[in-house]
């Protein structure tokens, strides 16, 4: 090989070369493009089936607190119904006894009359106005004491000039204002103390 020849080989290599570097960024560009455009399909395909994925089991998890509901609620329908019946035979079985309550077996078993509450009575009164009854006795028997205590208090002499031992100042709370030479009137109400 001659100079020449050489010489123009490189030419053309050089020219081959340009030539593809040129393509070959514009290659490299597109294959990015490309890329970026199958990195965000893909990405956006994943984020669709996760949240497919998430609506399914979101689906799922109410249908199951749903049948758990009406189970719950069909259970305490059945044992509202249960307990009422419970109160019917309590209250059957109370007057049973009632109605054998003077009789010597009865008795002997330790069953009174007076023990016995049918469905919030007691021996034909309502509970609640034998609970109004001894509240009303507790409110008078109370009452007559503080009138007896007021007695003794008229009859016990006192001395002039003193109050009552009930309005007594050692007895009650006391007001105490700190006076200082310096104090302004603001401080001086702030430390009123009982």
Excluded at 56 to 81: G, I
Excluded at 137 to 166: H, K
Aim: positive net charge.
């Amino acid at each position: 090989m001659t100079s020449e020849e050489i010489s123009e080989d490189s030419d053309q290599s050089e020219h081959t070369n340009d030539g593809k570097s040129g393509t070959g960024k514009k290659r490299a560009a597109t294959e990015e493009k490309m890329d970026d455009e199958e990195k965000r399909k893909n990405f956006l395909e994943r984020n669709r089936q996760a949240a497919l994925k998430c609506r399914q089991r979101k689906k799922q998890w109410l249908s199951n607190l749903q049948a758990k509901v009406e189970y719950l609620s069909t259970d305490n329908e059945h044992l509202q119904a249960q307990t009422a019946a419970l109160r019917d035979e309590i209250i059957h079985l109370k007057a049973l006894l009632l109605a054998h309550k003077d009789c010597p077996v009865a008795q002997a078993n330790g069953v009174y009359g007076d023990s016995i509450n049918i469905g919030g009575m007691v021996q034909g009164r309502p509970q609640q106005q034998q609970q109004q009854q001894q509240q009303q006795q507790q409110q008078q028997q109370q009452q007559q004491q503080q009138q007896q205590q007021q007695q003794q208090m008229r009859q016990q002499p006192q001395p002039r000039g003193s109050l009552p031992p009930q309005q007594h100042p050692q007895s009650t709370a006391r007001m105490v204002q700190d006076i200082t030479p310096n104090a302004s009137p603001s401080q001086s109400q702030a430390s009123l103390r009982y």
